[in-house]
């Protein structure tokens, strides 16, 4: 083992360029598989903390043009007692808000504001909630709740929190320890649903029903049994009208851990992600891996010119062939295992930069030691895989041929390597492709247009100050910069739905998604009226006035008419264009904007005047803020930054994927270098006698780079349509995206054709400047 790792150690001295480009290019492989793997690992374990998490599903409900995550609750309740299968059912409502609170402490109040979902008293026993104080049963007690263990320290530091009072909103019940990120059960405030509500509001489709079966293979049973119930008795239904598995409805059950993927539900607030993105990340990594291998073997084999004498010198001085080629694989191991070293420190690197937030979870090694096990076995495979062929190649020439020195490159070993450097060639331009193609998709969705004026707008939550917000637009617009103040319960283009409400008119249900506002919001968002008229102030102020303006497709798929009224109340008064007021993941779907005293606008979009000082404009916007309420954190954001962080997911990956595509590219070249090097070295004979017969420098540097030419060229054929369908694939995601560019395509290859040229030049340059006579000498 001595005489092994004494001449690693000379290997290393020798070849110190080849052992730093080896040792880096492994390095930044092995760190990038680790980085990848773990975000994949977040998302393919998403919602598999809970007990016997294959066992909960959700229920949905599918029209001809619509699948919903929200139901009516008389009919989820229903349900639940229709089978013996299912052992426990819970209801959330839709969407969670922000609730504002004060704990007092030594007669001091402190305000708070935190985030509050109302769940029925089922929900602990569907999801798998850690107590650490009080109990499930918290959720059965009104004016009770149940808060994370991170917000009760937060809250009360070390001291118990059951049965103190948040301000006038509730008692602790409960504390439970946090979830981890990935699930769709947050670390909110989990107030119990009352009893009573919305027992018969068959009309009322805004909560969100989760079950718990006995065995996962019951659960397609239960849609049937609950078919079979419903014809033999309607009346257990409220005698509503429902066809079961018929042209107007039918159900689904979808598992727990596939909701996080499913992205054709409207109505669905839960984090997803894309399956086909995984499968790029994942892919890449593999790439990644492949690629650094490829070059480790380029780079041992380019050095076979100038090692293969002093190997075959030691097998004529008595070592045998084994024990070198065991020597030549015990190098690549240890430059592997000393490549994962390097890479684990690049991981803990990378967790301290800002890109760090590129990556939904933590990435220490601690809180990742799976992943952590099968790099290391991989850096093993590699340097085996990668070791075996080189230790072979250098020990198979006859002694006395290679002390001679008159060996070249056969047929097969250069196709070898000519698919190899093929296998590089085809993964960055995909890679560049993809990525580029990414990047406008992006940028399509933040820049794209949304039938509204975002420009100048600042947004911020009023929920503490609502009962004012009359005083507060007054002291707000004495401000000449600021034109105008409005206010909604939700922001445009920030989630995927919105509320959804069902109404009758003439006799037809409409479905659609309803977004309360103040009687200005259209006027200051820039939102034309296409038919009737504006919101008005009298508008809204008694529940015989509410008002509704539609959007043109719900105008057309439900015929509405102006001046008309929906069953429960609310005259349609105008119609609007097709305004993105969802993101570009969805199409437009029918909404309205309606104007009710009764619901709460918590949000003000402030609305600055062209070329005004945003800066001042802020500040003033701040301290009238704290005049209102001075003990609240209120967070000011422009427009534009709300619209980035709806794509916030999207944009992430796009970026976690363009720099393994950058890194990949790099090693790929990196291993275009090597190939050079090899060939250089090999046909230094072949160059001094073309520069014998007159051959110049600029000839022989355009053959090598024609060659190498050829061979992207037919990369380019193989990998333009794998990107292409790979690109597809990954837009469908999107209702609205950007187009395929064919210049994208071109720009891929043109840059890899710029980085191959200069790499080729840069490494022949000398071997075509060398004088001819020393080559034609040496060989």
Not at 242 to 261: D, Q, V
Not at 504 to 514: A, P
Not at 571 to 584: H, T
Request: proline content about 4%; some cysteine; hydrophobic content about 45%.
């Amino acid at each position: 083992m001595k005489p092994i790792i004494r001449n690693l150690i000379s290997v290393i001295r020798r070849f110190k360029l080849a052992a730093a480009l080896n040792i880096l290019g492994l390095s930044v492989a092995f760190a990038a598989f680790i980085i990848i793997m773990v975000q994949v690992d977040y998302d393919f374990s998403f919602d598999k903390c809970h007990k016997d998490y294959d066992k909960i599903f959700r229920l949905e409900i599918s029209y001809p043009n619509i699948t919903r995550a929200v139901i009516c609750r008389p009919f989820a309740e229903h349900f639940f007692v229709s089978s013996p299968h299912i052992l426990a059912g819970a209801l959330t409502q839709s969407f969670e808000d922000r609730t504002a609170f004060y704990v007092e402490n030594d007669g001091v109040r402190h305000f708070y504001e935190e985030t509050a979902l109302t769940v029925s008293s089922g929900f602990a026993d569907v999801f798998t909630f850690d107590f650490v104080e009080g109990s499930k049963y918290a959720l059965k007690i009104p004016n009770m709740v149940a808060i994370p263990l991170s917000l009760s320290r937060k809250l009360f530091g070390n001291e118990p929190a059951v049965g103190k009072h948040l301000g006038n909103f509730a008692a602790v019940g409960a504390v439970y320890r946090d979830f981890p990120a990935n699930t769709i059960v947050k670390n909110h405030i989990y107030r119990p649903m009352p009893e009573n509500e919305n027992l018969d509001g068959w009309n009322n489709n805004n909560y969100h029903v989760y079950i718990r079966v006995n065995h996962p293979s019951n659960a397609p049973l239960l849609l049937g049994n609950l078919e079979r119930i419903m014809e033999d008795d309607k009346s257990i239904f409220g005698g509503q009208e429902i066809r079961w598995l018929g042209e107007n409805m039918s159900l689904r059950l979808t598992a727990l851990p596939e909701i996080h993927f499913t992205t054709d539900v409207a109505f669905d607030n839960t984090p997803k992600a894309s399956k086909q993105i995984l499968l790029i990340l994942f892919t890449i990594a593999i790439i990644i891996v492949v690629i650094a291998a490829i070059n480790f073997i380029n780079f041992s084999t380019a050095l076979t010119p100038v090692r293969v004498k002093s190997i075959n010198t030691k097998h004529i001085l008595g070592a045998s062939r084994n024990m070198i080629r065991l020597s030549l694989v015990f190098e690549a191991i240890f430059i592997c295992l000393l490549s994962y070293i390097f890479a684990l420190w690049l991981v803990l690197a990378f967790q301290n930069t800002p890109l760090a937030t590129l990556v939904d979870t933590e990435l220490s090694l601690a809180a990742n030691p799976l992943i952590v096990v099968i790099a290391v076995l991989i850096a093993l495979l590699v340097g085996i895989l990668a070791g075996v062929y080189p230790a072979f190649k250098m020990t198979s020439f006859e002694p006395a041929l290679a002390l001679k020195g008159s060996f070249g490159l056969s047929p097969k070993g250069k196709n070898l390597r000519n698919a190899m450097i093929g296998v590089q060639y085809i993964a960055s331009l995909a890679l560049i492709t993809g990525a580029w193609f990414m990047y406008l998709q992006n940028n399509f969705m933040k820049h794209g247009p949304l039938g509204y004026d975002k420009d100048n707008l600042i947004v911020t939550n009023i929920s503490t100050i609502y009962d004012s917000k009359d005083a507060f637009v007054n002291q707000i617009k004495a401000y000449p910069e600021i034109e105008d103040v409005t206010f909604s319960q939700f922001l445009l283009s920030s989630r995927d739905q919105y509320s959804g409400w069902g109404r009758s008119y003439k006799g037809e249900n409409l479905s659609f998604q309803c977004l309360p506002v103040h009687y200005t919001f259209l006027q200051v968002m820039g939102i034309e009226i296409s038919e009737g008229r504006n919101f008005r102030q009298e508008d809204g102020h008694d529940f015989s006035t509410s008002a509704f303006i539609f959007n043109e497709t719900a105008r057309q798929r439900y015929h509405l008419e102006l001046n008309t009224s929906l069953d429960r109340g609310g005259e349609i008064v105008g119609f609007m264009p097709d305004v993105k007021f969802a993101s570009f993941r969805s199409a437009v779907e029918p909404m309205a904007f309606y104007v009710f005293y009764e619901y709460r606008t918590n949000f003000a979009h402030i609305r600055l005047n062209a070329g005004a000082d945003k800066r001042a404009a802020i500040s003033h916007i701040n301290s009238t803020l704290a005049e209102f309420d001075a003990d609240h954190q209120f967070n000011l954001t422009f427009y534009d930054e709300v619209i980035s962080k709806s794509y916030e997911k999207e944009g992430s990956l796009s970026s976690l994927i363009s720099i393994f595509s950058i890194l990949a590219i790099f090693i790929s070249i990196v291993g275009v270098f090597g190939l050079v090097v090899f060939d250089s070295e090999c046909r230094r004979k072949e160059i001094g006698i073309r520069k014998v017969h007159g051959a110049t420098t600029l000839s022989i540097i355009v053959m090598f780079n024609k060659a190498y030419f050829k061979i992207l060229a037919v990369c380019f054929v193989i990998a333009a349509p794998l990107a292409w369908y790979a690109v597809s694939r990954w837009l469908e995601n999107f209702a609205y995206k950007t187009p395929m560019y064919w210049w994208v395509y071109l720009l891929a290859f043109v840059a890899v054709s710029a980085i191959t040229v200069c790499t080729v030049t840069f490494q022949n340059w000398k071997a075509a400047n060398d004088d001819p006579v020393k080559s034609l000498k040496s060989e």
